[in-house]
DNA sequence: AATGAATGAGACTTCATTCAT
DNA sequence: CATGAATGAAGTCTCATTCAT
């Protein structure tokens, strides 16, 4: 989703210069798949931009410009700049967490489970390397979008670690500390990302003795 | 050209002087001393400005009325309005580190510095509320300047790690990976912070617990 | 004065860095004096600086600091920037006519003295480029003064033209229009030193034959 | 505010579209003629500004204000202050170059062509009385424009003389030479257009025995 | 008088939002 | 609805002048 604002584009343009065209499923789309088209390209621009650029740098001229419509139309999709700017995170986080569990579905084991998580991380940021920006400038530009993707996160971190305490497989033994210890393990990756796993755009493999250095502390600091 | 003339009239400045060597009672303060009041001043302004409502907001007009001085002002200190928010963290940044290494340079053992700083880092913010959002978001409004304390912070951290893995006490012997331990460790405090360290202004304790989940963590995670 | 700015700065210098020298001459000076040297200070700086950067970026701080007074010593000696502006070209310009009178007291001609005067106004812009834009400039910044030096000069031209058309040595001969001929003169030195008689600073010497161009025109157009 | 402009704007573009016409095709005009319109608008504007207080008093506000546009709406159509004033010697100074060619096409001679131009120069000037400050302001703020405008007559004056020296009818032989001629020419024009040729706005005529004397000097000075 | 920092009015420019077509 | 130009509030920075030392 991320990076389908010239797909979006081309599938637009393509219609308008062929109205004749006899493409035998793709006839004239709705109006409704019409604007959904636009939306989602206004989206698409906005990942761009805001990964590009920041999102203090994510001027409606840029969105528009960008997604090929007219400054106005944006306002057609959305009540203001920060009304966007709040939706961005949740829409693409969404994805990120999709994508992190179907690669993690798959593990034998609770640390096992935690080391494909931590590798598909990364490997959604080599797809999508506009999310770094997207998902930790949230923190000041769409804070309560933020807060809420983040709580999602710890929340996921928190089951599967309840389950492993609940088989005495944790060193900690009191509940409230769980989340504490999800924290713990979102931020480590935070800083890691940022200082390991993002070398210029289109982004770089993690150095594996990165995650050597991940696995060993979750390993022994969290489970027994 | 503003710069040569400020230049020119630099050299000229006779910063020496000090001719009443002890008036110690003096009412008025030396012109000397003024300026840097009035830095202290602005440099103080702006902390709570940035603190109360984050960089992006922190205009030159609000930091000079919160420092009661006439906007032009602003400019005879620094060059540019990012001029100030660049040397922002430099500056409350070392008095965390010195904060910190005062508060923790009678610990016995490593660990017990590591715990004793964790504790210092959140009777910092206690006490200066406004570091948070200074630290945090500099990594989007003053990069260099964040990635500058950040490595100094690390390198914090890794001449402790590395002095303990020379004495075998370290469950990693990679010396690459104490790098990435460190930003583990510091990602770590962050997201702790973000989650139960700033209820509001004027702070929080930090719950006991989440010291307990912290230490735990690290003991069994990074030391043998 | 034109190029003064130096020796008065050293002047200064030497003085404040020596001050039991014991100089035979140059004992301490006058109050009179010194208010005089940097008077004479303060108008050399204006030349330099309206020469290289024009009247409309002639700031106040840059005079001084080229005169290496403060800021505010500058209201001391004027009433406002515009002031010293308007001092500036009658100032200046005295010394030119001065120099081109001296330079064509000797020719046994008018039209001898004409291509004397001509030579003489190059030759005092190659030793004191700064004139060129305190002249010309001074239409827009300093209109009066620019009308008086106008006047005066146009008097210079009328006076010698007068005394030819009395002997008959003109081809005009209604009086009126010997100021338009004055005028005349002075627009082609004008638009002669721009084209010609600048390249860069420093000046360039004024090729033969743009001076035999204008001297045809002179002596086929003006005398008989 | 912007209801002040918003009316004002509706009353200009009220009356400026004929509501009485029979406007067969459009009462409204199109968008491209209004941009045009705007633009126009613009231009007239800072001509007006810039002739009546001068390029250094030309602030957008004021511009913007006299064509009843919004301050923003500059910056639509120009990418600074600069670029307009940038662009506004090259716009009227080929109306005036187009005026004086119109004016001086039927001259039977090279020198009535002369006197034809001169005479149209001033005409142009009565008709545009703003013109003088656009021009001859430009070499202080708009240098770039001033000189390509600068060559562009130079170039006109050299081609007719040209012309002339090939058959003879000058007094000088040297091709060099020529252009110096053509700078006199404009030198003598300019000064005597700023003498003579500006009784406050509105213009006067210019004497006719300043035209008798700058054609007494062409005919004698440059012509056999 | 000299100093040089403080002042604040004022200029330019940006950009989210509105609105007429 | 899409368009894209118009709007004007808001923010940064400059610099002549004032003023306390």
């Given at each position: 989703m991320l990076n389908d604002a010239k797909k979006a584009r081309a599938g637009r343009t393509r219609e308008v210069e062929d109205p004749s065209a006899q493409a035998p499923k793709r006839t004239k789309l709705t109006r409704a798949q019409k604007k959904?088209?636009?939306?989602a390209a206004l989206f698409a621009a906005a990942a761009k931009v805001v990964g590009e650029h920041g999102y203090s740098n994510a001027?409606?001229?840029?969105?528009?410009?960008?997604?090929?419509?007219?400054?106005?139309?944006?306002?057609n999709y959305f009540e203001?700049?920060?009304?966007?700017?709040?939706?961005?995170?949740?829409?693409?986080?969404?994805?990120?967490?999709?994508?992190?569990?179907?690669?993690?579905?798959?593990?034998?084991s609770e640390v096992e489970r935690e080391e494909k998580s931590f590798r598909a991380?990364?490997?959604?940021l080599k797809i999508n390397p506009d999310f770094?920006?997207?998902?930790?400038?949230?923190?000041v530009f769409a804070p309560e979008a933020y807060q809420k993707h983040n709580e999602a996160v710890a929340r996921?971190?928190?089951?599967?670690?309840?389950?492993a305490m609940n088989r005495g497989e944790l060193r900690i033994s009191d509940k409230r500390e769980l989340e504490a210890v999800a924290q713990m393990l979102m931020g480590a990756r935070h800083y890691l990302c940022m200082r390991f796993g993002r070398r210029g755009r289109g982004g770089i493999s993690l150095p594996e003795w990165v995650v050597d250095?991940?696995?060993?502390?979750?390993k022994g600091g969290i489970y027994r």
């Open positions: 959904e088209q636009i939306r001027q409606v001229a840029m969105i528009t410009a960008q997604a090929s419509v007219a400054q106005g139309t944006f306002y203001s700049q920060q009304d966007l700017l709040d939706q961005l995170l949740p829409t693409v986080g969404q994805a990120m967490l999709a994508f992190i569990k179907e690669a993690s579905s798959d593990a034998a991380f990364f490997e959604f770094y920006r997207i998902l930790y400038e949230a923190e996921g971190y928190v089951r599967v670690l309840e389950r250095a991940y696995m060993t502390v979750v």
